[in-house]
């Protein structure tokens, strides 16, 4: 099947013309001084501390990514992508899911909501108590390089790009094998390298560390325990996602309504650029999204 790169290529080429084009109109517009009440001469003026720049830039990215797939999800796809994973694994209300990677307490909080199961969500995000959870939900901080699973306690477990700030695939994988029951099962759902170089442009415009190389992740399932069912190859669905969610964002903003202030816009653009380079590496064939789905057949020694 015919893959639009090229529409994506342009659509998102429109949103960085789109972003620059308010930002060149910030930066022209005339701004009034704030207005100050007159102090007195015994009465010093208050010291305000300035906000750091790079926590503004980042909270303003966080915020158009909530607009393109949900509040608090990073997945293209949003709610419905989470619940297409989270059906391929066999769920009840009395199972407890182990939920790890970008965005899981959200993630987890569809789930739980959707299919009535407790969620254990180690996210690599959000610090636990940042946002509102269902009872069933527990949150924690992902530690790529040290899981803090509860061992033998989950049913089953979903990894969503777990890999994005490092750790090593058989590290995690052998923590998520110690975290789940007999016969429990796996999905996971990340990025691979398929050279040796990785992008460092992309990297930098999405903070992340390179992904595991394609080659790691079969030997670091089976040294855990697993035994993979399926491994599919999930790029066109991704690129679907992210061509959705971009034509949304661009259409609200010709609409001309509530148009974004200069740190909101650079926002835009820095948000757009990264999912342009991730969408022409994964054209280029230099790294690719798989999805495996394993269960767990041995406990790691």
Do not use: N
């Amino acid at each position: 099947m015919a893959r639009p790169w090229a529409a994506e290529d342009s659509l998102l080429r429109r949103v960085v013309a789109t972003g620059a084009r308010l930002l060149r109109a910030g930066d022209a517009a005339p701004r009034a001084p704030p207005a100050q009440a007159p102090l007195s001469p015994s009465v010093e003026a208050p010291t305000v501390p300035k906000p750091d720049p790079e926590i503004l830039r980042a909270q303003a990215r966080a915020a158009w990514s909530d607009r393109l797939w949900g509040d608090g999800l990073a997945l293209p796809g949003g709610a419905e992508e989470v619940l297409r994973l989270a059906a391929l694994l066999p769920l009840t209300a009395a199972d407890t899911l182990l939920v790890a990677g970008q965005g899981a307490q959200a993630a987890g909080a569809v789930v739980a909501g959707a299919r009535g199961c407790f969620v254990a969500a180690h996210d690599l995000r959000d610090a636990p108590g940042r946002r509102v959870l269902p009872k069933r939900v527990t949150a924690s901080t992902l530690l790529p390089d040290a899981p803090g699973f509860r061992a033998a306690y989950h049913q089953h477990a979903l990894l969503l790009e777990p890999f994005r700030q490092g750790g090593a695939p058989d590290r995690l994988l052998r923590a998520s094998a110690g975290a789940l029951r007999d016969g429990g099962e796996l999905v996971v759902l990340d990025l691979v390298a398929c050279d040796q170089h990785a992008d460092v442009r992309w990297l930098t415009a999405e903070g992340r560390r390179p992904p595991p190389a394609e080659s790691a992740m079969p030997d670091a399932l089976e040294k855990s325990g697993f035994r993979v069912h399926v491994v599919e190859d999930a790029g066109a669905r991704h690129q679907r996602a992210v061509l959705l969610g971009w034509s949304a964002v661009l259409e609200a903003l010709g609409s001309g309504a509530a148009r974004p202030g200069p740190l909101v816009a650079g926002a835009l653009v820095a948000e757009a650029e990264a999912w342009l380079l991730r969408l022409r590496l994964l054209r280029d064939g230099r790294i690719r999204l798989l999805r495996w789905h394993a269960t767990l057949v041995r406990r790691p020694t």
